[in-house]
């Protein structure tokens, strides 16, 4: 079974603090992905990574960056949270050859007081 | 970016009866997905369609592709309380853009 964790469930930060946010996957996945999930909004994806070292900007990269140092971990970081990033983060993975199907965490719940 | 939509917003059905939630999207696909989200397993894979794809079945799931309207959907047959969840669509294009429809809060009631 695949399996996709997330460093927290709930995380409080205030304004202004950087914030990481970790994404782990046990399956050797090349691809990683990072979206937020507001109600109204459906996932909006932030960032991906095909491999290891590699990102690409998704439809709503600004405030936010990743690292990508290792196969297995996926990294999103708010360098200066605002409150306009409360949201569910929702980290996923999919395999380049099976492709397509995509595993996801359990969500992080972010809020930004 | 465009979202993809889809309708309707919220559905409300009793236990057995058939549900049906459509999706539109904007750009040409290279498949369409779609996605369950509920509170006990998160958001989980469905069903995928490829643009050359018409129908495809799944157990109780059917989903359809109709790339000249660019819409999709997705049937759930004799639908039980368990299948009470948010649906998603996901689009990908041939560049592996992905974009995710709002959802389907989809209610079976025993």
């Known amino acids: 079974d695949v399996k996709v964790t997330q460093s927290s469930r709930y995380l409080v930060k205030r304004t202004g603090e950087k914030v990481f946010l970790e994404c782990v996957q046990d399956?050797?996945?090349?691809?990683m992905f990072w979206y937020r999930q507001d109600p109204g909004l459906g996932l909006r994806l932030i960032y991906f990574?095909?491999?290891?070292?590699?990102?690409e900007k998704g439809d709503i990269p600004e405030g936010y960056s990743v690292s990508r140092e290792k196969k297995e971990r996926f990294s999103l970081i708010l360098e200066s949270a605002s409150t306009n990033q409360t949201s569910m983060y929702l980290c996923?993975?999919?395999?380049?050859?099976?492709?397509?199907?995509?595993?996801f965490g359990p969500g992080t719940r972010l809020t930004v007081t | 970016s465009q979202q993809g939509e889809e309708d309707p917003q919220a559905l409300s059905i009793q236990e057995g009866e058939n549900a049906t939630m459509n999706c539109s999207y904007k750009?040409?696909?290279?498949?369409l997905q779609w996605y369950r989200q509920n509170s006990g397993r998160g958001l989980v894979h469905l069903i995928l369609?490829?643009?050359?794809?018409r129908e495809k079945h799944s157990g109780r799931l059917r989903v359809t592709l109709d790339t000249s309207k660019k819409s999709s959907s997705l049937l759930i047959t004799a639908s039980r309380a368990a299948d009470t969840a948010s649906y998603f669509c996901?689009?990908?294009?041939?560049?592996?853009?992905?974009?995710f429809g709002e959802g389907t809060q989809l209610t079976v009631n025993p």
């Open positions: 990574s095909y491999d290891v070292k590699m990102k």
């Open positions: 750009t040409s696909i290279n498949n």
């Open positions: 399956m050797d996945h090349e691809n």
């Open positions: 369609i490829r643009s050359n794809e």
């Open positions: 996923a993975s999919r395999s380049r050859q099976t492709i397509y199907e995509q595993y």
């Open positions: 996901l689009e990908e294009t041939s560049g592996s853009r992905l974009t």
